[in-house]
């Protein structure tokens, strides 16, 4: 190692090691002036250490600090070897009961729901595991890093603040020991010494600004030329920015440059040149001029190489204080002792200020290293937080304005600390006494927001970009306003009192500034030109609204508090008022004898503003006052005299007429902006502190005013005043303006108006304003949402408001509510509303939109309907309103109101050619209902002696007085019960006089409540019950009939959807259900079937008849006749691999003849089963690839598909494909004619008769080869060449196939090659047919593991769509040798041939072990015709099948037992009873003895028997597919059920011994050589001698990944994983392979690769070697698979993992904890066994068209 350095360096070294660390520290101790001594020290070491070239060198730069820096230090303090002082310390030591764990980023972090005091107290895992909590509802999150584990601070936790490991500590805390006394005055001493110098020292190094000069205590004697171009982070500037200017300034490679830039980034700095210093310089500039274009340059320095050094040191030293101080809590006392003493300098001059202070100034390494310190002392220590905190506060507003002004994200600014000293409640009460921190946030915030209008109010308009980064860096401010806020204090002192209420003085200001921002003027005639900015007054609303919570809730908790508090706000919204410059002439306006002054305002016409906090805050503090004891006791302690009601109302209601106007299309021409700030003003994430509230300040405004008073005003700004004021206005109105567009909008705003009178009465739910609790505020929220559909648990969530803690209360009240419905393997748990809870439905719910409520008034009718009740839906009955608000019902029964309901209900009479509406109707209705159920309750509730003013019914009953004379409200209702056109209703109106004649009844038999003289109005009892019995019977026929209808309907569709489900059937399923058939079904049962050998059952194989997808037109499947084709996607495939590691590394050389047992690479075939005219598909496709170049050419879109490899589409299924494959007849009876049933050689004979053909073949071969050259050598074998009886290799087999069928042969054979091999299509490869049978071979055996997987039968009822596929495949792969060279074809067979009998000229076979048998038998079997074609000595096809068959079957027995490993474990093996045992055991014996007892010793026969049969069933499944499909012989019927192995019934089809053994005896005289030559190989013997591996029997399937159940431990694995490319970093994308369980650094420059040219991310990498193009990973952080297929193709796909709501949590973001689904994940594993994940893509990507957008290949 030492040798590849610098000579000097050398020198360096050894110098180094001549210096002691104990006897520097022993000068240290003699020194007089100890500073000067370190700093000398100091002086001379740190530049000879660090910076000595261009790149540093980590690890030799620590362990040279550690020895000659740090050691000394470490000596000095100890006092003795600190290998002994330490320890001795931290025994001494008692440790701290805080955990103080600081969170590593993506580390898991967890926060009681239940106890934790706010969201932002949490435990790191091993806390939480050890805690209480685990059983509690906690919230699970990734930490962003920064920040620590709570564990132990009891001040975070209601409950259980100790984890199992801290709690050990926690007996013995009474008191605040001081933890100094536990150490000894020496060391005291020392460490002080120690800490003081080089803590000074780090802090002055790393604030130290100068770039060419050291301060004067570390000035060398001779100084070099050597400086650093130090490039600084900045987030201005993007990644690719920097890199491009990188290669250009310093003339570096990309890969460097991107090194360079992923270091900058990761530390804030990196020098990217190092030299002297004109070398620097010229590259500074460069960079600076390069990056200054459009924004400020790069930050660029050139400094010189000692400064660096120091300055890289100074880090290393805070590091390594930190790490001391872990010893013992008395070096850290003294450490945050050191930091805070002030300096001499007085005022910030304590050496921790001083770091504070030059935050914004420091790069981002040296920022997180001293905030880490901070942390792990400052914060540790309880009486130095507090003292630390005092620091913070005051240099509060500096370090926020610091922050405000740098760029750099928050997580990286000192100022972030604050949560961590805020959050403590008894640190922020104290900051708010003593520092007056409140007032302080929010005046610094306000300072930071300088843009006011003329009357002082934040003006957003014009905000420029730098305005609006700025703003987004304010707004931090409200966090920590928030964190101040969070807990409510118990006991309030004085102090306290009066902090608090100067700081809500401030905060008053700041909203007083918010009061009316945003103006807008309804625009007329032209729209609006450009959209105002909205969405900062919006944010800034949107982030205050807990804020405004929380400081009512202070004000809630101290009623001295808020009734100053109340008094303040009031103020406030008087000098706001008085700042309106409208409204200056007073009009009168009067109806029905009441009368009212008001100011002249028009909505329409003047300035009206959404933004009204202090009118809202005023709202929510008098609902508080409302439930105070003071409203009871002393009423005349508040200041409710002040108040003037119509005041009050004003702003509100305007806000609340402007949104009725644009929802009556009033303000169309205002643009979107308005349109969402309406939406805004509504939305549950502000309504709170809106929308809600202005509701409240109404309310407030009618309980204390004349209700026709209210109710007038309220026309008058809803611009209705004329219509209802002037008797038969309407009337003239409608006839007098045609204007229709005028008419529909009066009816809007009527609908509107009345709709907020229902709200006014009926919105009773806020504690304060009806006597209810929290609990029945939140119940009723769930109960309407949950009556518009079911919902799941984060749908739920997300339509209700969360408080500060982010927590809707739901939990608690939602079983009282609603049922849970569990989720299936697809969708989301459910939650229902329970019936009972139904009743309290109201119709007109104040948070409903416009959708939401007609879809829960459908839901809520066809509940009813179901149910057979009546399909009203009258208002549920309300709680009591609190006594402020009590008077607010007379509402209800005031004259105004009357007169609004009498005069719609007379425009409904009248009906025809007036202006009205339906939903107008409806609303009077409720509202009349709402009046019939405030009457009842009254009468119900009234003591005896009450006497209720409530007389509704009465006043209902009276006729309108002259001049009007018109009927009464009751009599009208009536008179419309029976009118046609308002069937809907009828329920309704029934429902009312039903409950009319209830009260009634409780009237007349009450002897107090003053009797209602009847006017005889009502009509008749038992004439109206005819007629209401007679409508009924006609509406049950009706509705009896409109029922039969839609069940017809509805069943016409589910046929229809039955009918083609098949068709468009996507995934293969492989339960029973699926209707598919087999070819010809069992011909005659209990025929036992042969599939292959002389023997083969004869089928008949029926003509078949196939449609066109794309023509209709039939056709017959012929040899001669045009081709059909199916539709097929090839892919590679690992999903069978065992060696993961291996992969075709050069596919022009790689040879695929032989496959390896660990089936690394195989090549799949699917298809979705359509067939089409290959004629049709080719225009079809030509079409395809024209549309896709003209596309390509006009704009370039992604396509989930990719022409240019020839993909495509299924026309019929959209079904991804890449070729297609002819469908054929079986091809074995094409080529049997020359049938000749003599006989047939047996094994031994055949074996020779075929070695003799081969060796004739290779003899005419060489011969040809030979006689070209004329060389003699061979000439002497030429004579030789005997040829074999019947056999003439010169003859050339006509090939039967029609030209078209040809082609497709060749069509799909070259797509097989292209996409199995990777390479360019050339159809005259030899390699062609190897990759067809390969594909074949592969395809069954994939197909074989999962029917095995499943416990399917074999031959069980297949999807139609895979035994098509699988039967042509099979045809098409016997079929392919006609149209390849006979000769290739041969010298396959030759070579394979070879591998089981030896042969001379084939030495270059693998040895046994390495031979996949099936792949074997299949190209062996399908090789076969070539040779056989030319031999005429009537030896058949089948024979040769057979005693393939058979030998492969023999090799395969050799194969297994060669690799069995049994187990001995002695128990059974005595009972060799069985004939297969003892069979087994005598092979055993030969193959012991073959292999020179290299073999382990014989084993038990019972043992071997077994293994052997499990080994070969995959085998014989495989092969009888195979020979299924080859030949069409159907399947018996004993294996078309599941169960029992089957292992008779299999051998049985496949014309073998039950005995597999017998196979060798029968063939003794041939198979003792073989396996003799079999085991003689030298790899075997490797193998037997432990030196290799080999596949065992039978190969497990593979599955996916083991995952744990609780996914935290998922997080917290990727937590610790760091990218492997750049040292330790940790990853920010961490990515699990599901398939081998890889981590991986994702979607990160860090990580890219190269892969054939192009920078892809670590994830494309993976899947080349791990998947073949194809992978399924885990997106840890995000919880979320991805699937990835090739480059350009992937998508997303739901996770395994869900909360006990049924839900997945995809993102993270809800934070519920998560357990895996196991269903779900076999799904994801079974699309992968399947070869389903490329299709699942591809449907993925057609549905979603911007998932083809992503760029996959850099994740
Ligand atoms: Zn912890
Ligand atoms: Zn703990
Ligand atoms: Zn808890
Ligand atoms: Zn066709
Ligand atoms: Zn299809
Ligand atoms: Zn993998
Ligand atoms: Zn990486």
Redesign the pocket.
Known sequence: MASELEPEVQGLDRTFLECSAEETAGKWLQATDLTREVYQHLAHYVPRIYCRGPNPFPQKEDMLAQHVLLGPMEWYLCGEDPEFGFPKLEQANKPSHLCGRVFKVGEPTYSCRDCAVDPTCVLCMECFLGSIHRDHRYRMTTSGGGGFCDCGDTEAWKEGPYCQKHELNTSEIEEEEDPLVRLSEDVIARTYNIFAIMFRYAVEILTWEKENELPADLKMVEKSDTYYCMLFNDEVHTYEQVIYTLQKAVNCTQKEAIGFATTVDRDGRRSVRYGDFQYCEQAKSVIVRNTSRQTKPLKVQVMHSSLVAHQNFGLKLLSWLGSIIGYSDGLRRILCQVGLQEGPDGENSSLVDRLMLSDSKLWKGARSVYHQLFMSSLLMDLKYKKLFAVRFAKNYERLQSDYVTDDHDREFSVADLSVQIFTVPSLARMLITEENLMTIIIKTFMDHLRHRDGQGRFQFERYTALQAFKFRRVQSLILDLKYVLISRPAVWSDELRHKFLEGFDAFLELLKCMQGMDPITRQVGQHIEMEPEWEAAFTLQMKLTHIISMVQDWCASDEKVLIEAYKKCLGVLMQCHGGFTDGEQPITLSICGHSVETIRYCVSQEKVSIHLPVSRLLAGLHVLLSRSEVAYKFPELLPLSELSPPMLIEHPLRCLVLCAQVHAGMWRRNGFSLVNQIYYYHNVKCRREMFDKDIMMLQTGVSMMDPNHFLMIMLSRFELYQIFSTPDYGKRFSSEITHKDVIQQNNTLIEEMLYLIIMLVGERFIPGVGQVNATEEIKREIIHQLSIKPMAHSELVKSLPEDENKETGMENVIETVAHFKKPGLTGRGMYELKPECAKEFNLYFYHFSRAEQSKAEEAQRKLRRQNREDTALPPPVLPPFCPLFASLVNILQSDVMLCIMGTILQWAVEHNGYAWSESMLQRVLHLIGMALQEEKQHLENAMEEHVVTFTFTQKISKPGEAPNNSPSILAMLETLQNAPYLEVHKDMIRWILKTFNAIKKIRESSPTSPVAETEGTIMEESSRDKDKAERKRKAEIARLRREKIMAQMSEMQRHFIDENKELFQQTLELDGSSSAVLDSGPVVSGTTFTALGPAQTQVSEHRQFVTCILCQEEQEVKVESKAMVLAAFVQRSTVLSKN?SKFIQDPEKYDPLFMHPDLSCGTHTGSCGHIMHAHCWQRYFDSVQNKEQRRQQRLRLHMSYDVENGEFLCPLCECLSNTVIPLLLPPRNIFSSRLNFSDQPNLTQWIRIISQQIKALQSLRKEENASIPASSENSKNMEEVELPQGFRPDFHPQNPYSENIKEMLTTFGTATYKVGLKVHPNEEDPRVPIMCWGSCAYTIQSIERILSDEDKPLFGPLPCRLDDCLRSLTRFAAAHWTVASLLVVQRHFCKLFASLVPNDSHDDVPCILDIDMFHLLVSLVLAFPALQCQDFSGISLGTGDLHIFHLVTMAHIVQILLTSCTEENGMDQENLTGEEELATLTLYKILHQCTGSALKEIPSGWHLWRSVRAGIMPFLKCSALFFHYLNGVPAPSDIQVSGASHFEHLCNYLSLPTNLICLFQENSEIMNSLIESWCRNNEVKQYLEGERDAVSYPRESNKLIDLPEDYSSLINQASNFSCPKSGGDKSRAPTL?L??G?LLCSQSYCCQTELEGEDVGACTA?TYS??SGA?IFLRVRECQVLFLAGKTKGCFYSPPYLDDYGETDQGLRRGNPLHLCRDRFKKIQKLWHQHSITEEIGHAQEANQTLVGIDWQHL
């Open positions: 993961r392979c398939v081998c890889t993976h791990c998947g992978g």
